[in-house]
């Protein structure tokens, strides 16, 4: 029996479609059970290993005031170098 090159590249192309559509649904198939594994173990973090809610302290009015000193230090700082720097290139 003698078979023509179209019907063989038919066959090849039906099988490689076949095996993309395999490949594709086993790829599917993994990334929904990682999904829900890793649904699963977040769960199960937060119920052995909870996470302890911490309320920021707020900063004393010493501390803003300082604060402010410190930021007004380098405002001057940074407009004494700007100035430096302009009148050194003329």
Known sequence: MVTTGSNMETNLIAEAVKFMVLGMGIVFMFLIVMVYALKLQAKIVGKYFPQKRVEPAKP???????NNTANTAKIAAIIAAVQHHKNLKG
């Open 60 to 66: 004393k009015a010493t501390t803003e005031a300082s």
